[in-house]
């Protein structure tokens, strides 16, 4: 309409380059339209397959499959707390609070040995018949038991406990800061945890050699680290020892007398 408005005053070529500018310019915005009419089709369209993938997969993911995983998750966890009692405190579980983990060599085979059992029966179960949210938690056991399984092949590496943050000479005044002493069974698991400290320094110690021999040491640096570690747990005063700490904040509820015995 525009051109027609303005025609009488323009040259009659101008009017008709004017009016196919406009009549192409429509026809650009219609196919324009057009094209988004049919994305926003395509995006719903896109949308409701997913849902559906999703519901159908929902409901396609195997009782029994199911019942294995979670069964194996179950079984591992309940396994680490007993492996390593120390990891099964920190999250609440302290059922196993007078141990620490036994570091001898047969104890470290026993666990090899369970990982890799644990990884087989893992590969085992069919993912194509697990829940979306199953596959990943089945993919993240895969490669944590996998990564476990690659480092047993290297025991040398695995006896440089000592480190520049800590190791096991600051692992258990590190658990004594977090373990209840609400209850007077809680105490004594605390002390039992205390008095097998020896027998867990022998092995740590017999690792390091074995390391050693291999060739594995750390390096001075974080020996003399180690040194200065282990001097501030041992002040002139006892009572400013991370070992006692704990008795520092024993409950009212236990009697003084227990308390003091």
């Not at 179950?74 to 983990?101: I, M, N, Q, V």
């Amino acid at each position: 309409r525009l051109v027609w408005v303005i025609a009488p005053s323009l040259h009659r070529q101008t009017v008709v380059v004017l009016y196919g500018i406009a009549v192409a310019h429509n026809r650009a915005l219609r196919i324009r339209d057009q094209h988004m009419n049919a994305l926003i089709a395509r995006i719903g369209l896109a949308a409701l397959v997913c849902c559906a993938a999703a519901s159908t997969v929902a409901q396609e993911a195997d009782a029994q499959e199911t019942l294995a995983l979670h069964t194996l998750f179950e079984r591992d966890w309940e396994a680490s707390a007993r492996d390593f009692p120390e990891w099964a405190t920190y999250r609440g579980d302290h059922r196993f609070g007078d141990k620490l983990t036994d570091m001898s060599a047969a104890a470290i085979a026993t666990r090899d040995a369970r990982v890799q059992s644990t990884l087989a029966d893992a590969r085992a179960i069919r993912r194509e018949r697990l829940s979306s949210a199953d596959r990943v938690s089945l993919d993240l056991f895969l490669e944590r038991a996998q990564r476990s399984v690659e480092m047993a092949a290297f025991p040398a590496y695995r006896t440089l406990s000592l480190r520049a943050l800590g190791g096991p000479h600051t692992a258990l005044p590190d658990l004594l800061n977090v373990s209840p002493v609400q209850r007077r069974e809680q105490v004594l698991q605390m002390i039992a945890r205390i008095e097998a400290m020896p027998q867990r320094m022998d092995d740590e110690i017999a690792q390091l050699r074995r390391g050693m021999a291999a060739g594995y040491v750390s390096s001075r640096d974080v020996l003399q680290r180690v040194l200065t570690q282990i001097d501030t747990q041992l002040p002139a005063d006892v009572t400013t020892s991370p070992y006692y700490t704990p008795f520092t904040r024993l409950s009212k509820d236990i009697p003084a007398a227990e308390q003091t015995a």
